[in-house]
């Protein structure tokens, strides 16, 4: 299965954006999808998880209440919103089927005034 990510950009302190991922087939197969982002240099860390069965959520606690993530698997699309963005959360996003998919290309949000 590939990913299309897309829906980054550049936005202001306190802005938001809605990440789109696209996948080339079903993602109803995996056990949950998941958005990941990259800081340079480092490894890529959970941003947000949902489960195919039940739809289940799962956020470090740091972006509880600020990132939501969604699915819409008749449309093998994975969303992800983020509000209230900070300079911090500037990184690569990555979406991420679990277990074991391939990798996207990412799309690139950065937050700056």
């Known amino acids: 299965v590939q990913f299309v990510e897309s829906g980054g950009g550049l936005v202001q302190p306190g802005g938001s954006l809605r990440l789109s991922c696209v996948a080339s087939?079903?993602?109803?197969?995996?056990?949950?999808m998941a958005w990941y982002r990259q800081f340079p240099g480092l490894q890529r860390d959970l941003v947000a998880q949902?489960?195919?069965?039940?739809?289940?959520?799962l956020y470090p606690d740091p972006l509880k209440g600020r990132f939501a993530i969604s699915r819409d698997d008749v449309k093998n699309t994975v969303y992800l919103q983020m509000d209230d963005l900070q300079p911090e959360d500037t990184a690569v996003y990555y979406c991420?089927?679990?277990?074991?998919?391939?990798w996207g290309q990412g799309t690139q949000v950065t937050v700056s005034s």
């Open positions: 991420h089927g679990i277990p074991g998919s391939d």
């Open positions: 087939e079903s993602i109803s197969g995996f056990y949950a």
């Open positions: 949902i489960t195919t069965r039940g739809g289940t959520t």
